[in-house]
Structure formats: C-alpha cells, structure tokens
C-alpha cells in the first residue's frame, strides 16, 4: 500500500526539465592531484601533510582527511622528516626551498597547466638586466594559483592586473618591454577584454605562445553557455573558493539564465530556490566530483517528474602522470 501512495505521488509530481553541461566537473589537473595525495598515503602511510587544499572542494578535502591525510597552511605547521605534498594551486619558489631546508620529503601536486605558465613567466623574465620584460599577470589577487605563480620570480618583476579598469591604470615603468600571463581559471571573456586593453595601450607587449586559461576552465565555460539561456535557473556546483565555479555561475548569468546559484553540495540548495522553474541547468566546477551532482540529480528525482538532457560541447581525453618520485613507481 505505501509504494501504491508513493507511485502516485510521482505520477502527480511537477515536470521538470533538466539540462547538464557537458564536460562539468574533475580536470585532469584535479584528477591528478588527488591522486598523489592518495598514493602518498598508500606508499607511505598516514599521516601525509597538504600544503593548503589540495584542490578547492570540501567534500574532497574531507574525504582525503578520513584517509589520513591532514591540511595545513604553511610547513611550519609540518613536522620534521614528515611528507607534504603542494596543492594543484602551486606555490612560490620559497616553499620547496623551506621544505628542503627541514629535510621534508615533498611531492609537487601543482597542475601541469599551472607550471606551464610558472615557465612562461621565467621565460619572459629570463633575460635579466634591462633586457628583462616587466610581466603584467591577469588574476584575483590573494588567489594561491596567483600567489603561487608570482612567487616564481624575484618581488617587483610583476605586477598583477585584477580586472579591466587596472589594465587601463597600469603604468609600468618600460612600456616596450612588456609581457602579460593568466591565471588559469578566468573568466575567457573577461580575460579577453583584459587582453585587447593591454595589447591596445602596450602594443610590443609579449603574450603566452599558447592561452595560460586551461583547457577545462574554457570547455566548462563554452558548456555552460549553451545551456544557460534556455534555463530558468542554473546550478553550479561547487565551492565558493573556487575560481573556476564562480566564473561558471558569472558566465552562465551573462548567457541569458534569469539567475545562477554555487551550492558547494546538495544539503545547501535552498528548494523554494525551484519555485517557478522549468527548466534547470546544472554543472560543476572542474574540482567538484561528480557525486555531488548524481547527489543532487537523485534529490530532484524525488520531488519532481524529471526529463534529462545532457548537452555535451567537446569530449575531454586529457591525463597528467604522478610526479616524481611517486610517477618513477607508477605500475
């Protein structure tokens, strides 16, 4: 008799359209970095230290924390002849320097991507002297990727450009000897703006032989986007510290969505959020699993009467191997 009530409940449930972007979720940067935190613990054993969050996403930071890994912000909160491993983020040059100075063993979980443009910025600055390019970086300032990157280079060889109206202030000190590099997890259209302004004031400046913004940051951007106008609401999933997440929920507002909410899991979705809509678009961040969202999908599936579409922009293929020494091993 009660599944008879509950199938008809069903039956009378409100409609709802769901729409998923596609690719949403882990990068292969993420992937990677969670990866060594794991396997760091399995070869050596718990407890492992992580230097600041491994990646921007509690659930995954908690989950590694029951394995025994324990996060901190600084080494000095890391034991003598203890491992630690440094998030995706990366970290400036200082860190490695300190490590080994305590004799820590470290392992490097920062992006591919992200050391890409760490290479970049000592290429542009490599020259020294006054043959040296002053480097213009576009990012949000306090961020670690950006801490990270400009800590790769003495203090006072770049300066950093958090949105367009900077771009338009800066005045450095040689305007011919220029170059500009990214943070990887921009808004593409608010970097591009960025880009035209500082190419347009500083027309020697030197850019990136390919875009720092990362593949995925641009893929989850691009997906959202095709579903946005077509939505009453879209959901974001993911955390309010991550950059990639909340360029998803700006992007997708600036699409044509009504409105966009980040929700870093299910138990934070206020539902009266859904009255109204229609239409529901949801994806997720690049460091937020893709749990969450079946979480959420299966929560939806209970109080409305779903029809599902996934709207898939480009297929993602892309995996970084374990650094060293923990890749030397890999079976």
Not at 212 to 225: F, L, S
């Amino acid at each position: 008799m009660p599944s008879q009530n509950l199938d008809t409940a069903k039956t009378h449930s409100r409609a709802l359209k769901l729409l998923l972007a596609g690719p949403r979720g882990f990068c292969a940067g993420v992937d990677r970095a969670i990866r060594v935190v794991e396997e760091a613990l399995r070869r050596y054993g718990a407890p492992v230290y992580v230097r600041h969050e491994i990646v921007h996403n509690r659930t995954v930071v908690e989950n590694l924390e029951k394995q025994g890994a324990i996060f901190v912000e600084e080494l000095d909160e890391v034991p003598e002849d203890a491992h630690v491993v440094f998030s995706a983020h990366g970290v400036p040059k200082t860190v490695p320097l300190e490590a080994e100075r305590r004799n820590l063993l470290y392992l490097d979980a920062t992006c591919p991507l992200v050391s890409k443009v760490h290479r970049e910025a000592e290429r542009h600055f490599a020259n020294g002297g006054e043959n040296a390019r002053h480097i213009l970086m576009i990012g949000h300032a306090g961020h670690p990727e950006v801490v990270g990157t400009m800590g790769q280079l003495p203090v006072g060889a770049v300066t950093l450009i958090n949105d367009a109206d900077e771009a338009r202030a800066v005045q450095p000190e040689n305007p011919d000897r220029l170059a500009f590099i990214t943070q990887t997890t921009l808004s593409v259209d608010d970097t591009r703006e960025i880009v035209d302004i500082l190419r347009e004031r500083f027309p020697q400046i030197e850019g990136p032989k390919r875009e720092d913004i990362c593949y995925a940051t641009t893929n989850r951007q691009d997906a959202v986007k095709k579903i946005a106008a077509e939505c009453d609401l879209v959901l974001v999933i993911g955390s309010p510290n991550s950059s990639n997440s909340q360029r998803l929920r700006e992007v997708a507002e600036r699409s044509g969505a009504p409105k966009a909410l980040l929700i870093p899991k299910l138990q934070d979705l206020d539902w009266s959020a859904l009255d109204g809509v229609n239409v529901l678009g949801i994806t997720a961040g690049a460091s937020a699993p893709e749990t969450l969202v079946q979480e959420i999908i299966e929560a939806l599936s209970k109080r409305f009467s779903l029809d599902i579409e996934e709207r898939i922009v480009k297929e993602e293929h892309v995996t970084f191997s374990l650094p060293a020494p923990l890749g030397q091993q890999e079976a």
